[in-house]
């Protein structure tokens, strides 16, 4: 009896082999271009890997160079490039949009063309800059934004850039509060809210920056507007 399960066990055996054997001879063709297009693939991945890494450093070194004009307030050098060979934030921006440096180039961009009062082009910089990957710079240029919208009379979205730059801030801030960017950005906001006649909103957010943010510079002459709005 063990025998003949053993006997039957290995012919089912035999056949499944057989079968896997048929189907491999009858989809040779097939499993060879399918490895082929798997194993081209994974050097695409690699080879873009390695391309997109070196754009990185690139666009890095780039962007700390134009970082350096920026700090010494060349700030049309910064933008534009100079005699050295520094390409500038413009060209960066343009070259390597797609990495993190191209995308500081943005922001940096819009600060320059910020310094210059040129506000119509600091906005379109500071729009192109994506607010997702840092939280320490991210909160600083939406509220480079709000200036921008602010100098171009778009009041509307300068308080939304204000109050969503107060949010960033605080969130990245592992107390949940950021007394530096965040009672600055709400005080922008209730500035503008004034000028609209909604003092309503502008009471609020000045209540909040005396409540919450304890020892901020933004404090120091807010019970002046709040007794103001009180009125």
């Known amino acids: 009896m063990a025998k003949k399960k053993e006997t039957q066990g290995n012919q089912e055996l035999l056949e499944t082999l057989n079968k896997s054997e048929a189907f491999l001879t009858k989809n040779k063709r097939l499993i060879i271009t399918l490895l082929i297009v798997l194993v081209a693939a994974i050097a695409a991945i690699i080879a873009w890997n390695h391309y997109s890494d070196s754009r990185n450093e690139k666009a890095s070194t780039a962007l700390s160079h134009s970082q350096e004009l920026f700090a010494q307030q060349n700030f049309d050098k910064a933008l534009k490039g100079d005699s050295l060979g520094t390409p500038g934030f413009i060209e960066i921006a343009s070259q390597y949009g797609s990495t993190k440096a191209g995308n500081l180039a943005n922001y940096y961009a819009g600060l320059c063309y910020a310094k210059q009062d040129k506000w119509e082009e600091a906005v379109k910089y500071l729009e192109a800059f994506s607010p997702k990957g840092d939280l ?96």
């Open 136 to 231: 320490l710079v991210s909160p600083l240029a939406v509220m480079a934004l709000g200036d921008a919208y602010s100098n171009t009379n778009q009041d509307d979205k300068a308080i939304s850039s204000y109050k969503k730059a107060a949010s960033m801030a605080d969130k990245a801030a592992k107390s949940g509060t950021n007394n530096t960017v965040t009672p600055v950005a709400l005080k922008k906001a209730a500035m503008i809210l004034m000028k609209q006649k909604k003092n309503d909103e502008a009471l609020e957010l000045m209540k909040e920056i005396k409540e919450k943010y304890l020892g901020s510079p933004a404090q120091q002459d807010i019970d002046k507007y709040i007794e103001y709005l009180t009125k």
